[in-house]
């Protein structure tokens, strides 16, 4: 698979990235975890809620005894705000193949209360101890080459302050589901991308999590603008994704009563379907 044009001459390590440095968490007694939530990934002026998962994901996998996340299910209470913040876990049950955990993310109010942000639960394994054995009808979707792709670089940002996570993300994004941006949306609720991080660092399973919702909202294609706050989201990991850049494909089928579902699919290099998900969102209507 072609690299992305714009990579850098030297490509980050996972664990030496900004993205490893902006989720990491301190441990400040079992089962809670400080963090600052970087500005870096925020979308306006909330805190994106992939990079939020990709957070949550990193503090249980430090509590819970297998290493990799399987399936993260999130609920988004109230906006999250850069700034500091507490992570607390619970391990709700552990196995010899998954362990499984809840965990939530509080910041504070002007009072100094407590706020909770973002609930999880979630069930971890180790991707690496999996069967080779697919058997699927996935496709990864057609995507034209990088080159004929295009990024938040080469036009407006479609929502006003929404350029901090463009700029620490490689987004190459399919003409086909660009309408929105030339004003003629397709109607068709989809959109397709190359997806990496601008440090070039490679994938990983925490790393997919940010990967599901980082693409413009479909909406866009549908017709609608502005902010499409994510209410729940889950998210299956289904294997260690190959070096190289991934292939993200997201639809939207059904829009009623102001709310829609983006069901989401990640491809790496070597074609296999490395992340699954679906989440439910609200959209602005009128």
Known sequence: MPEAASAPATRA????SEFDRDTSVTRRSPGVYDIDLSAGWTIINAVNGGY??????RALGDALPHPDPFTVSAHYLTASQPGPAVVRTETVRTGRTLSTGQASLFQYDD???EVERIRVLASYGDLDALPDDVRTSAKPPVIPPMEQCFGPEDGPAPVEGSSAIADRLMLKLDPATLGWALGQPSGKGEMRAWFGLADGRDADPLSLLLAVDSLP?????????GWVPTVELTVHVRCRPAPGPLRVSITTRNLAGGFL?????????????VAQSRQLARVRLG
């Open 217 to 225: 909202p479909t909406a866009f294609e549908l017709g609608l603008k």
């Open 261 to 273: 579902e983006e069901d989401a699919e990640v491809w790496d290099s070597a074609d296999r379907l």
């Open 52 to 57: 939020l998962l990709a957070v949550l994901g």
């Open 13 to 16: 390590a996972i664990g030496d």
């Open 111 to 113: 009072e100094g209360n």
